[in-house]
């Protein structure tokens, strides 16, 4: 596209942004004063001179030094609110340009079904293959806790209520009278903003988290899931009628929150409770209601339509003897099922959530599945009569949505250190009498006794047993995770995920705590083993990564163990860490041991005949995985997907991508899209050359670990650099979110979360996860033998992993800027330690922009994403006076002024350039 045709493309973003910019200006000057409003303009007009390079950048640190900070507060304040609101406007232009492109009858865009249905299609693939293929299929955003996602319920509503009056004032011209009604309201609204505190004072607690988490469902995921699942499941049986296709819905949604205790002492027993039935809460609140507005709606008259005899039983069996009822057998069948889902949500939840209950002494359903009998048999009826197309309406949707969501709503995940399992079992083995010191023993010493025990029904504890307060706490988890499972049904809880898993005890202890709980149960001779709950080895570090397969086969051999997954239909998930890899060895080399990581385990499902599923613990920055995901997925391996697929969602991404119903919408489908396509077609594009190009990433990823660990890992004084120089420090003094920055009381990198540890290089625009050591490790490879540059052009082009990795680099160092980490660097007190590693990190940087020019051929680092080039532009002068206002309230704080509007100050900076880079951490 030509620079005047981005310009006209952009204009309406422009102009959308500017129009909410002068009404929150306006705002601003009439409830702040003149002066403030003053001040604020002269920082944002000396902003854009410094962008325009008119000026030089410590203009606006000039201007803002020692600002009060009574005058701070506002400041900050007033330039999060705007990046909010320009965050709202390029959501706006998105939609618009897929609009215009749907007008102009351009092809679909990738990432969308349609234009997956059209490479299908074009593949003529087999029906058999993708009836094998999909068996089992499940497409899973996994929701996660994420400390930089602090924004109140209330500001999230006032942002939809934006949302929609631009939308709707799109649809008419200023002459007209609405528009001006509109443009009153939108000032109101953005009124009701400036007057919302953006962020909680009081510290965040896990019950919070939780309630964030449900929020999405009401927003979008109730509404948004199940129509994708039916889009999907329809689509593919039209193309291969003779398939029962998707029995299943597709689209399962998972959480973290409330079931992850890893370095999270607030998940107890009574969290895992409070977390799977406010889930429940949350879906039988919606089916109660949806069948109140269908008992509404549904108003035939058995004079005017035939019923069929099931349904006549059902109304009957609805007990509504109401006479003005009598002839109206659909609207009695559904208060019927009303009133049993009343009582299902009784005994399950123990209350019955909202107010659309009706209590009549009704059996209460036992499965979710007898519940969509009775609907199924209201729909039948309602197509014999001919009234399908009422039929595919409201009641479509209900039916969809319990079919997705169950009595549970969604998976909740546990998780666990391994560390944790080893002293747990270690505890019980020794009040039960199996060994007095089970930590000292070898790796196969732990194997037999364990796998002793999986093949017993015996519990090692009885009633009386006296535990340590860990070891309580850690049954006392599990066990509510049964009772969940209980009151909710076998998808509650879908899986116990071990972290830093490294050995095949790491598997079997997470199942021997499963099955004191009562969830496993070993069968015996004549019975199956069975547990509704999978046992997921989470492999992390870069040497995890590599040795993955092994410890997966070496546990599949342990004959208890095998047991289990053939009784689980050879269903095997692993869980591939991002974060921890990243932080270990770097970005590229981190990258590579994950995908060779998942050509490994794929080798070995083929050697074991295991169905592999593989959950991606992607964070939402580069640095912990992030990028698109539609990418990221078809930048798999051959084979690594196979209809299959989970990925955490984390932080401000989730605001971003579920906060709206549209763009829900289109990031999940682009989830289900890109597991179709690389799950059916040949996506990888190395053919033959596969094994020499993996060779070749072989040697960079080397060069690369090593470059990262002369900085990270061998540099004396690194990690001194690095709490000086980041708000990380603050990240665990002020709270922010239920989890604890480090996972023990050390100052070593690797003890650190990887979410502060990403988070806080990226307050300070470093952004050195996404990209430190790629460079070096280029430029070394490359050398002076010019004919490697063209392989590796070569390979960018072909290969959609190298090109989604380059690309996602791309990114993130357009959002890194080294003048702006220069004076953050400012904050370290040694000038030595300071200049030498500040030194390597601009070097790096400066090396690796080359590297990136080099392989893709163009000097602009984000050629190929005009749309993000066109929101740095927009949004980044906006960023300068957030983070000089940052590094001097951080410089106030450690200066011993520990005030309460300081540390709010700090606060309220981190969540404004959170909102401004959208995936922080």
């Known amino acids: 596209m030509r620079e005047d045709q981005i310009e006209a493309a952009t204009a309406p973003l422009r102009d959308d942004i500017r129009f909410l910019g002068a009404i929150l200006g306006d705002t601003i000057h009439d409830h702040e004063g003149a002066e403030v409003f003053d001040l604020i303009e002269r920082v944002r007009v000396e902003a854009f001179r410094v962008r325009r390079s008119e000026v030089e950048r410590s203009a606006v640190a000039e201007m803002l030094r020692d600002t009060d900070i009574h005058v701070a507060i506002p400041l900050i304040r007033a330039f999060s609110h705007f990046l909010l609101l320009a965050n709202l406007c390029e959501d706006l232009q998105r939609d618009r340009r897929r609009a215009v492109h749907v007008a102009a009858g351009e092809p679909p865009q990738d990432s969308s079904l349609a234009a997956t249905y059209r490479k299908l299609d074009a593949a003529g693939t087999d029906g058999a293959t993708v009836a094998e293929q999909l068996a089992d299929a499940l497409v899973s955003p996994v929701i996660t806790a994420h400390p930089t996602e602090t924004r109140r319920r209330t500001v999230f509503d006032v942002q939809a209520r934006i949302t929609e009056l631009m939308r709707t004032r799109q649809r008419y011209t200023p002459a007209e009278p609405e528009y001006a009604e509109i443009d009153t309201q939108l000032r109101r609204q953005v009124l009701a903003l400036w007057r919302a505190a953006l962020i909680r004072l009081a510290r965040l607690r896990i019950q919070d988290e939780i309630e964030v988490g449900l929020r999405y469902y009401d927003m979008s995921l109730l509404e948004v899931i199940p129509r994708i699942n039916t889009e999907v499941r329809d689509a593919l049986r039209a193309r291969w009628p003779q398939y029962e296709l998707l029995e299943r819905p597709i689209l399962r949604p998972g959480s973290w929150i409330g079931g992850d205790r890893d370095g999270n002492p607030n998940v107890t027993g009574e969290v895992v409770h409070r977390a799977t039935h406010r889930a429940g809460a949350v879906a039988f609140a919606h089916y109660l209601k949806e069948l109140v507005g269908l008992e509404k709606s549904l108003s035939q008259s058995a004079r005017l339509v035939r019923i069929t005899p ?9 007990h509504d003897d109401s006479p003005q009822r009598a002839d109206e057998p659909y609207r009695r069948a559904v208060r019927g099922i009303r009133a049993r889902l009343t009582a299902s949500a009784r005994r399950a ?42 039929a595919d309406d409201r009641l479509a949707a209900l039916r969809g949505a319990v079919q997705t969501f169950g009595f549970h709503l969604q998976g909740l995940d546990m998780r666990q250190n391994s560390d944790v399992h080893e002293q747990v079992v270690a505890e019980l083995f020794a009040w039960a009498g199996v060994h007095s010191d089970y930590a000292s023993l070898p790796e196969a010493e732990r194997v037999r006794l364990l796998a002793a025990e999986l093949t017993t029904r015996r519990p090692l504890l009885g009633p009386d047993a006296r535990l340590s307060d860990l070891a309580a706490k850690e049954l006392g988890v599990v066990r509510a995770a049964k009772a969940a499972l209980d009151d909710l049904g076998p998808d509650t809880v879908p899986n116990y995920i071990i972290s830093m898993c490294t050995s095949v005890s790491d598997v079997l202890e997470a199942a021997l705590l499963l099955k004191e709980a009562g969830i496993l149960d070993p069968g015996d001779a004549q019975t199956p083993p069975h547990s509704p709950v999978g046992v997921v080895p989470l492999f992390e570090t870069i040497d995890d990564l590599r040795a993955g397969a092994d410890t997966l086969v070496a546990a599949l051999e342990v004959p208890a163990y095998h047991r289990l997954v053939v009784a689980r239909g050879m269903q095997q998930e692993v869980m591939l860490g991002y974060s921890d890899s990243n932080k270990d060895g770097g970005y590229l080399a981190a990258n590579w041991a994950l995908y060779r990581a998942e050509l490994d385990l794929v080798e070995a499902a083929r050697k074991t005949g295991i169905r592999l599923r593989l959950f991606h613990g992607r964070g939402g920055t580069v640095g912990r995985g992030g990028g698109r995901s539609y990418d990221a997925i078809l930048a798999q391996p051959a084979g690594a997907v196979r209809g299959s697929l989970r990925l955490t969602e984390q932080g401000e991404v989730i605001s971003t991508k579920y906060a709206d119903r549209r763009t829900a919408h289109r990031n ?69 979110g239920s989890r604890p920055a480090s ?33 070096t490790a280029i430029e070394q490879w490359l050398g002076e033998d010019e004919s490697r540059l063209a392989v590796l052009s070569d390979l960018y082009r072909r290969w959609p992993f190298f090109r989604t990795v380059m690309s996602n680099l791309a990114q993130v160092m357009a959002k890194a800027d080294m003048d702006i980490a220069a004076h953050y660097a400012q904050l370290v007190e040694d000038p030595a330690l300071r200049d030498t590693i500040f030194g390597m990190i601009r070097e790096e940087f400066e090396r690796t922009v080359r590297a990136h020019g080099l392989i893709t051929g163009s000097d602009q680092l984000l050629a190929d994403n005009p749309a993000l080039a066109e929101s740095i532009r927009n949004r980044f002068p906006y960023l300068e006076p957030l983070n000089r206002m940052q590094v001097d309230l951080l410089r106030r704080r450690r200066g011993g002024d520990d005030s309460e509007l300081v540390e709010r100050g700090i606060l309220l900076t981190m969540n404004g350039l959170a909102t401004a880079l959208r995936n922080s951490g």
């Open 668 to 736: 999940l489908e682009a989830l289900v899209a890109g597991t179709l396509e690389s799950t059916l077609l040949d996506v990888e594009g190395l053919g033959v050359g596969a094994d020499a190009a993996y060779e070749i990433f072989d040697e960079l990823a080397e060069l690369a670990r090593r470059a990262y660990a002369r900085l990270v890992h061998e540099t004396p004084g690194f990690v001194e650099y690095f709490r000086a120089s980041t708000p990380i420090a603050e990240v665990a003094d002020l709270n922010l």
């Open 349 to 390: 939840l123990g209350e019955v959530p909202g107010d659309a209950g009706v209590d009549t002494g009704a059996r209460p359903y036992d499965s979710p599945q007898e519940l969509l009998d009775d609907l199924a048999v209201v729909d039948a009826s309602m197509r014999a009569s001919g009234d399908g197309l009422l």
């Open 310 to 318: 099931e349904l006549a039983r059902l109304a009957d069996a609805g």
């Open 743 to 775: 996972r023990k009381p050390t100052n070593s990198v690797s003890d650190l979360r990887a979410i502060p540890w990403v988070m806080a290089w990226s307050q300070s625009r470093v952004m050195l996860p996404g990209w430190y050591g790629t460079g």
